[in-house]
């Protein structure tokens, strides 16, 4: 009986959570946005940062700042936000909807994406000063 109720419990969520899902945006309606970022940076130093390290560079949690997370990675800005917002089943990652606002959420999405960029253009940085060395 119990595992019953438990499927259509989870039944359940996920078909409201594939409802959700389909209202968010594919791409953050705050790219690009200086400000955005700004105040992203200040809400994952708040509500992220203690299991993905300062600036999402990884610690309990995972890195958001390459890979999948990363510019021109697997995920998308939409899925991000559904991460961050719903959690992950099965982890850690509780979601944070409840707490924060959809704004905020895009918010931290923006910060995470200029982090990204910041962090790739630094490694290409650092990639072309060693190859410039010769003996």
């Known amino acids: 009986m119990f595992r019953v109720i438990a499927a259509s419990l989870l039944l359940a969520g996920l078909i409201a959570g594939a409802q959700a ?15 955005a970022a ?19 560079k ?12 990363g510019p021109g990675g697997a995920n998308s800005d ?6 961050i917002a719903n959690g992950r089943p099965n982890t850690q990652m509780g979601g944070f909807g409840p707490a924060l606002t959809q704004q905020e959420i895009w918010q ?3 910060f995470l994406r200029e ?9 290409k940085s650092k990639a ?7 003996f």
């Open 21 to 35: 899902d389909d209202a968010i945006p594919a791409t953050n309606p705050l790219t690009n946005d200086p400000e």
């Open 78 to 83: 939409g899925y991000m936000f559904g991460i």
């Open 38 to 56: 700004k105040a992203g940076e200040e809400l994952f130093g708040r509500n992220c940062q203690q299991c993905h390290n300062s600036r999402g």
């Open 108 to 110: 931290i999405v923006a």
């Open 58 to 69: 990884g610690g309990k949690g995972p890195q958001l700042v390459k890979g999948a997370w």
């Open 115 to 123: 982090e990204a960029k910041r962090v790739k253009a630094a490694e």
């Open 128 to 134: 072309g000063a060693e190859d410039d060395l010769w």
